[in-house]
Nanobody, 124 residues
Framework: QVRLQESGGGSVQAGGSLRLSCAAS????????MGWFRQAPGKEREGVAR???????SYVDSVKGRFTVSQDNAKNTLYLQMNSLNTEDTAMYYC??????????????????WGQGTQVTVSS
C-alpha cells in the first residue's frame, strides 16, 4: 500500500523560509513522477512543482526562483525548499505521486496518489 506523509509546515513571517518533506512507503521515488501541490481556502488545488524520474523539475510561475523541489532517493523522501515566502503562499501543501509525468507542468489531475497535507501559514 502506498502512503505519503508530509511534514515541515508551520507559521512563518513573510520573507522567511520553510522546508517541506514527504516521506513515502510502498513506492520508490526514483521510479515515479512526484509533485507538490497546494490549496488555499476557497481556491482550487494548484500545482507548485514536480520532479520526474530523471530529476527534471518544473515549477508554477509564481514560485520560480523561490521554491526548489528535490528528492533523496536513499531516504525515499521528497522535499520542497520554500524561500522568500509571502502571504499568497499560505495554503495546505500536499505531495503526490504518478507513474509518469504526463505534462510539462504539475497538473493535479494527473496524480492519483496523495498525502494528507501540511499547513503553511505566512503572515505579513
Amino acid at each position: 500500500q502506498v502512503r505519503l506523509q508530509e511534514s515541515g509546515g508551520g507559521s512563518v513571517q513573510a520573507g522567511g523560509s520553510l522546508r517541506l518533506s514527504c516521506a513515502a512507503s510502498g513506492l520508490i521515488y526514483s521510479r515515479y513522477c512526484m509533485g507538490w501541490f497546494r490549496q488555499a481556502p476557497g481556491k482550487e488545488r494548484e500545482g507548485v512543482a514536480r520532479i520526474d524520474t530523471r530529476g527534471g523539475t518544473s515549477y508554477v510561475d509564481s514560485v520560480k526562483g523561490r521554491f526548489t523541489v528535490s528528492q533523496d532517493n536513499a531516504k525515499n523522501t521528497l522535499y520542497l525548499q520554500m524561500n522568500s515566502l509571502n502571504t499568497e503562499d499560505t495554503a495546505m501543501y500536499y505531495c503526490a505521486a504518478a507513474i509518469r509525468c504526463w505534462k510539462p507542468g504539475p497538473d493535479p489531475r494527473d496524480f492519483p496518489t496523495w498525502g494528507q497535507g501540511t499547513q503553511v501559514t505566512v503572515s505579513s
